[in-house]
C-alpha cells in the first residue's frame, strides 16, 4: 500500500503524485514476484512527484512501504523479522556485498529486500538506528550505466535514483523481466515529468 500524503495537492495524483492529466497509474500492469520489497520511507518523500521508491511499491505486489520519521508513529518493522525468508537491505554500508547469482542461489529461502527511501543522511540513519536492519545483510546491485534520473542532483558518485537501484537488484534476484518492468516504468515517470517542468517553467 503507497503512503497517505498528509497534506494532498487536489490537483495530483494520489498514487504517482503527478499532475491528473499525466498520470502514470493506467500505464502499470502489476507485477507478482518471490521478493518482497519493503521500501521505507522518510516522511518528508511522502508526496514528491520525484520520488522514485513508491514506483516498486505501485509495480510489484508482494510489496510493503513504511513511513519513518512521523510524529508520535514509531516504526515498527517486526514484520520483516520472518526466518522463513533473507533479510537484506539494500544500502552501501561498510560491509555491504555486491549481488550476485551465486549469492541468490546459495539459498533456497526467498529474499526480503528492505529499500531505505529518502535522502543519503536519512537512509543512513534509518539502517544505524533500527536493530533488524544494521544486523541484516547489507547488498547492492553490480556497477552498471549510469543514472538516467533527471529530476535531482546525485551527491554521491556512482549513485542511482531508488527505483533504478531496486531494478538493477531484482535484476540479479529475479531476473530481467523484473528489472526491466521497472525501469520502463521509472522512464516513464522521468519523462512526464519533465514535460510537466517544462510546460510549468519549473519543478513543483
Not at 521478493?35 to 513508491?54: C, D, F, Q, W, Y
Not at 512501504?65 to 516504526?75: E, N, T
Not at 531476473?175 to 517544462?198: C, H, M, N, Y
Request: aromatic share 4%; hydrophobic share 35%.
Amino acid at each position: 500500500m503507497l503512503p497517505v500524503d498528509p497534506n494532498p495537492n487536489p490537483k495530483r495524483c494520489q498514487r504517482c503524485y503527478l499532475w491528473h492529466a499525466n498520470c502514470l497509474c493506467d500505464t502499470v500492469t502489476q507485477v507478482s514476484l518471490q521478493t518482497h520489497i519493503a521500501l521505507i520511507m522518510h516522511r518528508r518523500e511522502v508526496g514528491k512527484p520525484s520520488n522514485t521508491g513508491t514506483l516498486a511499491v505501485q509495480l510489484f505486489t508482494n510489496s510493503s512501504c513504511y513511513v519513518r520519521g512521523v510524529r508520535d508513529q514509531p516504526l515498527d518493522l517486526s514484520a520483516l523479522d520472518d526466518p522463513d525468508r533473507r533479510l537484506w537491505v539494500l544500502f552501501p554500508s561498510e560491509t555491504v556485498e555486491v549481488l550476485s547469482p551465486e549469492m541468490v542461489d546459495e539459498d533456497p529461502r526467498p529474499v526480503t529486500l528492505v529499500v531505505p527511501d529518502g535522502s543519503w543522511t536519512q537512509a543512513r540513519r534509518v539502517v544505524r538506528r533500527e536493530p533488524i536492519l544494521s544486523q541484516a545483510r547489507h547488498v547492492v546491485p553490480p556497477a552498471g550505466a549510469k543514472t538516467r534520473y533527471r529530476l535531482r542532483n546525485e551527491h554521491v558518485e556512482g549513485g542511482l535514483a531508488t527505483a533504478e537501484a531496486v531494478a538493477r537488484a531484482l535484476g540479479i534476484i529475479e531476473g530481467p523481466d523484473a528489472q526491466e518492468a521497472l525501469e520502463a516504468l521509472f522512464e516513464t515517470k522521468v519523462s512526464r515529468i519533465l514535460e510537466e517542468w517544462g510546460t510549468r517553467k519549473g519543478p513543483r
